[in-house]
């Protein structure tokens, strides 16, 4: 039987047997299934066989041309030419080494935390980022510099760095100071108790230029949760919107950014601590035996394991409220304060209704994830790995919108004034009856002042 079947699948010049041929012709009769199967073999076999591969009937396709030295540079080699440029930068060391204090995110590390979750950057676009923030800390002279995410715009994105440290420009002489926004009181930069506490970075290329932020109103926070918009990738574009947004799309970025920060960076419970009551959080010591000691990744699978690392925005566009100053009435007592919103402290437990949370396990240390609800693309990572050493990273990948419990509608525009009343106009009385009018107001005056002349024969 083998013998036979060896026989049937000798092949001829073509490359073509007995075997293969009448394969090809059963399969094309099952295929067509004509009405006579038998009459139509003869057909089909020849069919067959002329469509079998003729090594000398081929034609060898034309060589591809080569590219035009001369020809402006494409979109794809400008990205090969800017990255080769950074990549040789990078690798040339630095005249001064930084100190023990600088800090860069490790973002080849965090990668493979994200990773378990299935997200995140690429392994060539996150070593890209990694070389554009080492270059952003060396010439910025920056004491840490951390990856916040990607803000997803229509057609470019955007990169966001955190950094601290940053020193801004003196201005000009003689140029007038800018009057203070409308609104709230600003808070001021580096305060761990608001919104500027750090300074942000953006740009849409990791081998470009980074180009810094301003720091973030009030006002501008306030009026971007009125508005629904998406990102150009242009820093100095106008937000068009309604209600009218105060600022370019540079102010309209940052107050999103101060919105996702403050609502989507959390930390195990119990890793800092409050010491002082309006104090900003510091880590737990976890040495020696009354330390804190580390919990698992098991035990942050919960919501129940995580707490939010900064203070919450309130209505007014600040992380704390104006301070109020005590005023008395006229009877001396003291005025009883305007209502305030209350505070929402650093450390503050999440609700399930906000946040999910899993662990994953990749064959090493099992990874606990928390996945925001309110803020799609914002997660945050926890690894206990060896040595109790805890490794923890937050991360946003999205297009800078809030989930709403409900559709998103537009404000009406304020309504139309109202038509003012009909102006009638006065009749003018005629002369003689307004020249008896003023004989008679001035006969009044001076009869009044007469009447008030001091009596002469009093005073003798």
């Not at 800017?82 to 990549?87: G, R, V």
């Not at 009181?185 to 810094?212: H, I, L, M, R």
């Not at 503050?348 to 209704?353: E, F, G, L, Q, R």
Request: glycine share 8%; charged share 25%.
């Amino acid at each position: 039987m083998d013998t036979s079947k060896a026989f049937l699948r000798k092949t001829n010049s073509d490359g073509v047997s007995v075997y293969s041929h009448l394969t090809n012709v059963l399969a094309t009769l099952l295929d067509s299934q004509p009405a006579d199967a038998l009459t139509a073999f003869e057909s089909v076999s020849l069919a067959c066989k002329a469509s079998a591969y003729k090594p000398g009937a081929t034609i060898a396709p034309a060589p591809p041309e080569l590219p035009d030295p001369n020809a402006p540079a494409g979109p794809i080699d400008a990205w090969a030419s800017s990255t080769k440029k950074m990549l040789a930068a990078a690798a040339v060391p630095p005249e001064e080494p930084p100190g023990d204090d600088v800090q860069v995110t490790n973002m080849l590390f965090e990668r493979s935390l994200f990773e378990c979750a299935g997200v995140g950057l690429s392994s060539d676009e996150t070593y890209r980022v990694y070389v554009s923030l080492v270059a952003l800390q060396k010439a910025q002279g920056l004491s840490s510099v951390r990856f916040v995410g990607k803000v997803l715009g229509v057609p470019n994105d955007y990169y966001i760095a955190e950094v601290a440290g940053y020193t801004p420009p003196d201005p000009e002489e003689g140029a007038e100071e800018a009057p203070p926004p409308p609104g709230a009181p600003v808070e001021d930069a580096g305060d761990a108790k608001g919104c500027n506490q750090f300074t942000y970075f953006a740009t849409n290329d990791p081998a470009g230029s980074w180009t810094v932020l301003p720091n973030v109103t009030p006002q501008q926070i306030v009026s971007s949760k009125r508005i629904r918009k998406y990102l150009t990738g242009d820093l100095t574009a106008d937000v068009r919107a309604y209600p009218p947004f105060p600022g370019q799309e540079k102010e309209y970025l940052r107050a999103l950014i101060a919105r996702i920060v403050a609502a989507t960076t959390l930390c195990p419970v119990g890793k800092f601590e409050v010491a002082e009551e309006g104090a900003e959080p510091t880590p737990v010591d976890t040495e020696g035996d009354e330390g804190r000691k580390p919990p698992a990744a098991s035990a942050l699978g919960s919501v129940k394991g995580w707490c939010t690392r900064y203070m919450g925005i309130l209505d007014i566009g600040r992380c704390s409220n104006i301070p109020i100053e005590d005023e008395e009435d006229e009877e001396g007592n003291i005025k009883p304060k305007p209502y305030q919103q209350p505070e929402t402290p650093f450390l503050s437990p999440v609700s399930d209704a906000e946040w999910t949370a899993t662990t994953y396990c990749h064959g090493g240390p099992e990874v606990a994830m928390a996945r925001s609800l309110k803020w799609p693309g914002a997660l945050c990572a926890y690894q206990l790995g060896k040595g109790s050493l805890e490794s923890i990273a937050s991360l946003y990948i999205g297009y800078g919108q809030e989930m709403l419990a409900a559709p998103f509608v537009m404000e009406a525009p304020p309504p139309f004034e109202t038509e003012p009343e009909e102006v009638h106009e006065q009749a003018d009385l005629p002369l003689d009856e307004e020249n008896k009018k003023v004989l008679a107001d001035a006969q009044a005056a001076l009869e009044e002042e007469v009447a008030n002349l001091p009596d002469e024969a009093a005073e003798e």
